[in-house]
């Protein structure tokens, strides 16, 4: 599996800059002791049309030790509303959305959404899944499903899927999955307590009314809220205070995305086992 980064930007000192700088990264964290998403190698940008794009595929190691299957694969971009993705035809896994795309006004909401079309095919190649065969759709609940046209089921991959801003990333796994990205800009003033107050449970109100640091406290909770409810299959169609991010439960794992993280971004991800 290959960590494969496309760099926007042409210039090649440029893009050796990034590379380097991602590389001192890995290394810092190699010295760290393992991480939850290990990036195994770099391969230098591709072209397309004369420009480039940047998605960046690292496989998850689900640390679970009751889990048969061990690995999940994580696709990110932090280019979603700022590159031409229109300017590339959508993979056969993702076709779908193009016409989905057409419905949103902003230019950005459309990049965004044809860009996590192009991460799932990235996330399928990583994983050894045909991205020709197999097709994300939505599910009873409105949740993103992955179908096998050859076969006519279901996959045994799952599939969750987030963007905000200028990010957005895919992650597949045997496992039930949820992922949740979220960024200062899609709050303004930031998150407040009015708002989220009536979303928490009683713990987390508890825990949270002693923070200093209030605003940056609430989007670390509300990304893990929101990646658990869409771990849960059902999203919104529950209510959030159902689900508390201090007590998860022992089949549910947090999979660490720290390597991701930017400064304006907080990123969350839970993927439930199997039964012990």
Known sequence: ????????????????????????????????GPATAQSLSVENGRQHDGSQTCIKVSPLLLADSVAKHNRAFFAFTNQASHWPWESLPL??????????????????????????????????????????????????AGQPELFDVSTGRLTN????????????????????????????????????????????????????SSRTDMKSSLQELWVRKEALMKLSGCGFLQDANLFCTLQTGPDIHA??????????????AYYKSEPS
């Open 91 to 140: 993979p056969l896994c993702s076709a779908h959305r193009q016409a989905r795309a057409n419905i949103f006004l902003q230019q950005a909401d459309r990049r965004r959404c044809l860009a996590v079309g192009h991460l799932l095919e990235a996330a399928l190649n990583a994983a050894g899944c045909n991205p020709q065969t197999t097709h994300e759709r939505q599910g009873p």
């Open 1 to 32: 599996m290959r960590l494969m980064l496309f760099d926007q930007n042409p210039n090649q000192s440029d893009r050796h800059h990034f590379v380097a700088d991602l590389r001192n990264q890995l290394a810092e964290k190699k010295s760290r």
């Open 157 to 208: 991959w799952k599939i969750s899927i987030a963007h905000s801003a200028e990010y957005a990333g895919v992650i597949i796994s045997p496992h039930p999955v949820g992922l949740d990205f979220e960024t200062f800009s899609n709050w303004p003033g930031g998150p407040t307590w009015d708002v989220l107050e009536n979303l928490m449970t009683e713990a987390e109100r508890t825990i949270l």
């Open 255 to 268: 999979i660490n995305l720290t390597p991701f993280a930017a400064e304006n971004l907080a990123i969350a």
